[in-house]
């Protein structure tokens, strides 16, 4: 029988094409098995094999984890409290394990080469499987050829070369259907080497798709001279990708669309017609988001960086288009630049500016007692808060033709005063503040001190508030507003 073991581990090693010590494992793994069915029935015994490589030979132990007193036997057939064990065992501490050898193991019989072969089998191939996925991963390639061996609930398992993967229904396009036979072309997404199936999942929805397809088309960007730097895509529609030039000579658009548009005609025709647009990359945020709304013609824009959003201006006749059809360009032209987008027309923009401005100078009418005059004279010398009066250098002030010296250490003196109130109120706020609202995801101190101020002090406070009042009392968006209301109501279904 030892000799016959040795055999089958050279013939499995070469039919499997895995290294003769995976077999071994599996072999030891198998006859572990095997030994706990047919020496220990109806017990969780840990059994541990160990195979002579030269003879065949083989021995079992059986084990148990010597664990902390306090931990308690979770597994009786596979552990020893510390305290029971030390006497006997004085030399092991918690985490190590009793061995006891198995004498007279019972390895006759059918059933026991039964057990110990599907295990084998089972193990092999799961050991095959990974060896595939090992060779796989090597080749490093982020776009594959398959051909599709079935469809799963939807999913296409396609075969590339040895290995299966997985298509979900969800990355594909979605007008595409497939059939056994079909072949397909798509992105290495991700490998999930916890999954018992096909452990290699494709995507042709992804962004990194279209990267990697231009990738293939423009040899430019293998060779370093061009450089995709962001995508974005409504799968099936359209899409567009970000291209900067290392080479000041390159034409970064014209290099990918190829001469008569041959380069970026082979990937939409890749993608299903997908429409693509090659937008110049830009270091400078606001000239990169007028690239990427494109074919729009933008009048004016407005960063605003405390939000990480641009307020870009455009005509009647361009908001449709800078907008698109059900909001498309603007979306994917948000998701390209990482900026969000408000699109709005210059009677929209003056409005808005009118808006600010009336707000700021009743600010400073109340806040510093002065009138409608003064107060607009600060504001068109580009003053918008009474923390700017308190604390700018006061020969900045003194510049403005309309004031005098007194005039402005008195606006000063007002503002200072001012200021040194809304800290100590802002203090007294955070003081009468329930901690665990304070610890809230989200939140922070501005926010909370003007929610205090409008008797919101504690997270049932907060819980018990509409999303439209959050947004109206705090001045924050509708998407922050309900995920703080969410984390306010938390704990009471914790409890």
């Known amino acids: 029988m030892n000799r016959?073991?040795?055999?089958m581990v050279e013939v499995l090693a070469q039919e499997k094409n895995v290294p003769r010590e995976i077999?071994?494992?599996v072999l030891e793994v198998a006859l572990g098995s095997?030994?706990?069915?047919?020496?220990?029935?109806?017990?969780?015994?840990?059994?541990?094999?160990?195979?002579?490589r030269a003879t065949g030979d083989y021995q079992a132990w059986r084990r148990w984890l010597v664990v902390a007193d306090e931990e308690g036997l979770q597994e009786p057939d596979r552990q020893e409290m510390f305290s029971d064990i030390h006497e006997d065992y004085p030399e092991l501490q918690v985490g190590d394990y009793i061995r006891v050898e198995v004498q007279n193991i019972n390895s006759s019989g059918r059933?026991?080469?039964?057990?110990?072969?599907?295990?084998?089998?089972?193990?092999?191939?799961?050991?095959?499987?990974?060896?595939?996925?090992v060779e796989f991963l090597a080749r490093d390639e982020k776009i594959v050829n398959g051909q599709v061996k079935r469809m799963d609930k939807g999913d296409a398992i396609v075969e590339?070369?040895?290995?299966?993967a997985r298509l979900p229904r969800s990355e594909m396009l979605p007008k595409e259907s497939y059939r056994p036979g079909d072949r397909v072309r798509a992105f290495v997404a991700r490998i999930d080497r916890t999954s018992k199936g096909q452990q290699i999942f494709l995507s042709r929805t992804s962004a990194e798709f279209i990267k990697a397809l231009f990738a293939m088309q423009v040899p430019e960007i293998e060779e370093g001279l061009l450089e995709i730097k962001s995508a974005a895509r409504d799968p099936g529609s359209r899409a567009k990708i970000a291209v900067q030039a290392k080479d000041a000579r390159l034409d970064p658009v014209g290099?990918?669309?190829?001469?008569?548009g041959t380069r970026v005609n082979a990937v939409t025709n890749e993608l299903g017609g997908e429409r693509v647009d090659i937008v110049v990359w830009d270091d400078e945020p606001a000239q990169f988001v007028v690239s990427a709304l494109e074919p729009a013609k933008v009048s004016g824009v407005v960063m605003l960086e405390d939000t990480h959003t641009m307020e870009v201006i455009v005509d009647e006749d361009n908001l449709a288009i800078a907008i698109g059809r059900a909001g498309q360009n603007v979306r994917l032209a948000s998701e390209l630049t990482g900026w969000k987008i408000d699109i709005m027309t210059n009677e929209e923009a003056n409005q808005k500016r009118d808006e600010e401005t009336a707000k700021i100078r009743g600010e400073f009418m109340d806040k510093l007692d002065v009138d409608a005059a003064v107060a607009d004279i600060l504001i068109e010398n580009g003053i918008s808060s009474i923390e700017e009066v308190a604390y700018v250098p006061e020969a900045e002030l003194l510049e403005i033709e309309a004031f005098d010296e007194d005039t402005v250490k008195l606006l000063r003196e007002r503002a200072r005063t001012k200021c040194l109130m809304q800290d100590l109120e802002r203090e007294?706020?955070?003081?009468?503040?329930?901690?665990?609202m304070l610890e809230l995801e989200g939140m922070d101190n501005d926010l909370v001190n003007v929610l205090v101020s409008h008797d919101v002090k504690t997270r049932d406070d907060l819980a018990e508030l509409a999303v439209d009042e959050l947004v109206e009392m705090a001045g924050i968006d509708a998407e922050r507003a309900s995920k703080l209301i969410l984390a306010a109501r938390a704990h009471w279904f914790n409890n």
């Open 4 to 7: 016959e073991m040795l055999e």
């Open 34 to 52: 095997a030994v706990k069915k047919a020496n220990f029935p109806g017990q969780d015994a840990d059994i541990e094999v160990q195979v002579d």
């Open 23 to 25: 077999v071994f494992g």
């Open 160 to 164: 590339i070369g040895k290995v299966e």
């Open 111 to 133: 059933r026991f080469a039964q057990d110990a072969k599907q295990v084998i089998l089972q193990r092999l191939r799961d050991a095959e499987r990974e060896q595939m996925l």
């Open 428 to 436: 007294e706020n955070l003081r009468q503040a329930e901690p665990e």
């Open 255 to 260: 290099t990918c669309i190829g001469v008569r």
